[in-house]
């Protein structure tokens, strides 16, 4: 029951604000999120290890779908960061322009309810209906709240992740009618399929195109920057922050299970243009003059990184990459809250609006450092313990690689100390731009802990992926 709950509170605390339109809207929205947090560490907190099967149904058996929902550590912990997060991302809207809180709110709690069904399917054609029921909400706030050119660029997104969602539906049911009659498209008879190497070699790559725009990495990126510039602050959060996590979580819970091989054949093509997008964006974003498209950029990077660590087919490459897509998701509701914050007071996001706040915003100016460090990757924070393992993973891969990625991490400590230099440091102005009040506090003070705390003692999160990459690598035989 636990379960669907976490699928139905959201749902029925969205369906509610959207055709009751209640003067709380916001204040019932938050509410739903941290009863979901409450479910999900509770979900943590009895996890025993393995997996978990819940919920498990006939729905449509002629085509293999049926209702099955469930964890392990991995899927546990991206349940962990939708569930953290979403909180923060309804706080944002508290500073917004009043908009239609009902309606935004609406569409943000049916996004959280949808990705909550990603990361619990154990049916393949269950996972593509909340894979792609997860846009639709974001969809709508780009398309209504968006910015300049919204309309052009949310056809642009709409048009990427149709083509991703078409080749990962063609996936599933090929897989599906591969499977002994009355076929299946549970996770389990999907694994235990054996398919000829020449299948896997094409295969991988209709499953793959899906999560690669999905995060995305070269050269299926184009329509990253403009769309994170363009949305709404939540918005942008919600496709970075957590979105962006399905195309990590489908490599490791479909690609690595359903085409191992696959996966070993291209894994060297998908390292080299894996480290050349996250390079090509960190350079963009160290030319940024607008601080938003900056952090856009940095987002790129950072999966490009990760993307490039999984396919390491290492232990510290994939454990790193998870825990990192954790300390990412975290940095970046913590850059684009900053991004938003800069904005209602300078009225752009361009750097020149900015620079010489440092004596004039101290309280700002120290949860915007505090930020940076986690950016940086600075030891004692999140971001450094997953750079580490990811580094390593990476070194037993291959020293070229290896030198190539402690590039990226040095490049990535480079734009974030620009951005910190460009927006806070400088000559002092005579502005009037309000120093951090008691709501930034609020909501930055809990993120940075957070980062802090689990930066100390990793072992918190790493023993909820530890055991299930150990699995999955011997699984496919491809353990180092």
């Known amino acids: 029951m636990e379960l669907l709950a976490l699928i139905l509170i959201p749902f029925l605390a ?13 204040g019932i929205a938050l509410t739903s999120t941290l009863l979901t947090l409450a479910l999900v560490l509770w979900l943590w907190y009895t996890w025993a290890g393995g997996t978990v099967i819940a919920v498990s149904h006939d729905w449509v058996p002629a085509f293999g779908m049926r209702l099955v929902l469930g964890y392990g550590g991995i899927g546990l912990l991206m349940l962990v960061l939708t569930g953290l997060l979403f909180p923060f991302i309804i706080g944002t809207g508290w500073k917004q322009p009043a908009g239609d809180p009902a309606l935004v ?12 069904g990603v990361f619990m399917a154990q049916n393949a054609f269950l996972f593509y209906i909340f894979f792609e029921l997860s846009l639709i909400p974001i969809f709508f706030l780009l398309l209504f709240w968006g910015g300049e050119h919204k309309r052009a660029i949310t056809i642009r997104f709409f048009l990427y992740t149709l083509l991703g969602g078409l080749a990962l539906l063609f996936s599933i049911a090929y897989l599906t009618l591969q499977t002994p009659a009355p076929h299946s498209a549970d996770f389990t008879a999907l694994a235990a399929l054996h398919l000829p190497m020449g299948t896997q070699v094409w295969l991988f790559w209709t499953l793959f195109l899906a999560f690669a725009i999905k995060m995305p990495i070269f050269p299926f990126h184009s329509w990253q920057p403009e769309t994170y510039v363009m949305a709404p602050t939540q918005g942008t959060m919600v496709l970075s922050a957590v979105m962006g996590k399905m195309g990590l979580y489908g490599i490791v819970a479909l690609v690595f299970a359903f085409v191992p091989e696959g996966a070993a054949y291209w894994r060297n093509w998908v390292i080299g243009l894996s480290l050349f997008g996250a390079l090509y964006a960190a350079v963009i974003a160290f030319r940024q003059n607008d601080f938003k498209r ?6 790129m990077s950072h999966f490009g990184l990760m993307c490039a660590a999984l396919f390491t087919f290492s232990v510290y490459g994939i454990t790193g990459t998870l825990y990192q897509a954790l300390a990412h998701g975290v940095l970046m509701v913590c850059l684009f809250y900053i991004v938003g914050a800069m904005f209602q007071r300078t009225g752009s996001n361009d750097f020149a609006t900015m620079g010489g706040l440092k004596t004039k915003m101290p309280r700002f100016a120290l949860l915007f450092l505090f930020v940076t460090f986690n950016g940086v990757a600075l030891p004692l924070t999140q971001s450094f313990v997953g750079e580490w393992l990811m580094y390593t993973g990476f070194w037993e891969f291959d020293h070229w690689t290896a030198f190539a990625a402690v590039v990226l991490i040095v490049l990535g400590a480079i734009y974030m100390l620009y951005a910190f230099q460009r927006v806070m440091l400088g000559p002092d102005r005579e502005v009037s731009f309000a120093d951090a009040d008691a709501e930034e506090h609020f909501f930055l003070v809990p993120l940075i802990a957070i980062f802090m705390l689990v930066g100390i003692f990793p072992n918190v999160i790493l023993h909820l992926v530890d055991g299930p990459v150990q699995q999955l690598l011997n699984s496919i035989a491809l353990l180092n």
């Open 294 to 299: 900056l952090v856009a950029y940095s987002s």
């Open 14 to 26: 969205a369906t509610w604000l959207l055709f009751a339109r209640p003067a709380m809207a916001r």
């Open 105 to 116: 709110n609406a569409l943000l709690l049916f996004s959280q309810a949808a990705l909550f």
